[in-house]
């Protein structure tokens, strides 16, 4: 069964950093994109970051200084670091990979920023 895992969210205080894991398992292939989404209460869900196997990453504006995607091919495995995180950072965050864009997606995992 195809899946994406993700893990490490949590509640952080504004300042703070954690870092997001997401392991492809199963019969999941041709993932050269691979990438972090967010949806918060009330909003459409918003690209964070992506990366391609090649290492070609793309962020939000939003998130450029402080957020840093990366991968381990390897693996599977594309990784979320997120520094000076900020009470607008809260949402739930979604793993997905595909080919050229999100085809596979995680359950999720919530990243609370307190003030």
């Known amino acids: 069964q195809a899946q994406l895992v993700e893990s490490g969210g949590g509640l952080v205080q504004a300042g703070g950093s954690l870092r997001l894991s997401c392991a492809a398992s199963?019969?999941?292939?041709?993932?050269?994109?691979m990438g972090w989404y967010r949806q918060a209460p009330g909003k459409q869900r918003e690209l964070v970051a992506q990366?391609?196997?090649?290492?070609?990453?793309n962020y939000a504006d939003s998130v450029k200084g402080r957020i840093t995607i990366s991968r381990d091919n390897a693996k599977k495995t594309v990784y979320l670091q997120m520094n000076s995180l900020k009470p607008e950072d809260t949402a739930v965050y979604y793993c997905?990979?595909?080919?050229?864009?999100?085809?596979?997606w995680g359950q999720g995992t919530q990243v609370t920023v307190s003030s």
């Open positions: 199963g019969s999941i292939i041709m993932i050269n994109v």
């Open positions: 997905a990979a595909g080919p050229t864009g999100p085809f596979y």
């Open positions: 990366i391609t196997s090649g290492g070609i990453t």
